[in-house]
């Protein structure tokens, strides 16, 4: 009897972590179908870049994710590289505190960053339910598409204009945490993996929360129309950019072990 009753009990545990998974996932469609509506300096841009956005939002690496064809080791470079990436964030935002104009953009550009404080941690806790140690995170070295973003990110802020330096970062902000909305629900679902593990991808809608009003008031300052080249050009790139660190996690080759010799 207890047998039963206890098989009850974990079909309704898997029930309603099914239910919670189904739930999220139609959390997560609707934000995107709200965000889809306007992106990040759509009022500005001077160019079509839509169908860009559209390759970056439906990569083959996140539809992997989505239909959960994607390996796990695959799943584990996306991690590590993506950290070499993130762990970059506080001083990319430094940077672009430094080169504010005043104090007034300085103080906007603050409060983008505070949101952020501690989102690495939730990066290598994802790594770990995905079986990477610490270790892992240190000694990672850089896919030419993730370091070709990364430099991408630092030259802009050295050299672009007002305009560049924001809209190079927050445009890949802004797309990720549009995939962010749709890969959480989808490694939960495909992946075995909980809440607390997918925490990196879920924290991004409590980002945009804070992100999008600040990029809204900066925005405004630059409304001008060699501004709004420089703008358009900006995130252009950033978009090409980052379909490069996308690809090159993708084409990665993946080591298989050696099969083992039998010994007679």
């Not at 501004?227 to 980052?242: D, G, M, N, P």
Request: hydrophobic residues 45%; charged residues 25%.
């Amino acid at each position: 009897m207890w047998r039963r009753d206890s098989a009850n009990v974990h079909l309704a545990f898997d029930l309603c972590g099914s239910l919670q998974i189904e739930a999220l996932q139609l959390l997560a469609d609707e934000r995107l179908e709200e965000r889809l509506l306007v992106s990040f300096a759509d009022t500005l841009l001077t160019e079509d870049l839509e169908p860009l956005r559209q390759r970056l939002l439906y990569h083959p690496l996140w539809i992997g994710i989505e239909n959960g064809t994607l390996e796990v080791e695959r799943l584990r470079i996306f991690a590590l590289q993506d950290w070499w990436l993130v762990r970059e964030a506080y001083r990319l935002d430094a940077l672009a505190i430094a080169a504010a104009p005043d104090l007034e953009v300085q103080e906007l550009l603050l409060s983008k960053l505070v949101p952020k404080v501690g989102g690495y941690k939730l990066l290598l806790r994802f790594g770990e339910a995905l079986g990477l140690a610490q270790a892992d995170f240190a000694a990672v070295e850089p896919l030419a598409g993730c370091m070709a973003l990364t430099n991408f990110f630092y030259w802009m802020l050295a050299y672009g204009s007002p305009g560049e330096k924001l809209a190079s970062v927050s445009a890949s902000e802004d797309i990720f945490i549009q995939i962010c909305a749709r890969v959480g629900p989808a490694l939960m679902r495909n992946y075995g993996l909980n809440q607390d593990q997918v925490e990196f991808f879920s924290a991004h809608d409590v980002l945009e929360a804070y992100v999008s009003p600040v990029d809204q008031a900066l925005l405004a300052r630059f409304d001008t129309p060699e501004e709004r080249q420089r703008i358009t050009r900006a995130v252009r790139l950033s978009h090409e950019f980052e379909l490069l660190f996308y690809d090159t996690v993708l084409s990665v080759v993946i080591e298989k072990p050696a099969p083992s010799s039998s010994q007679g």
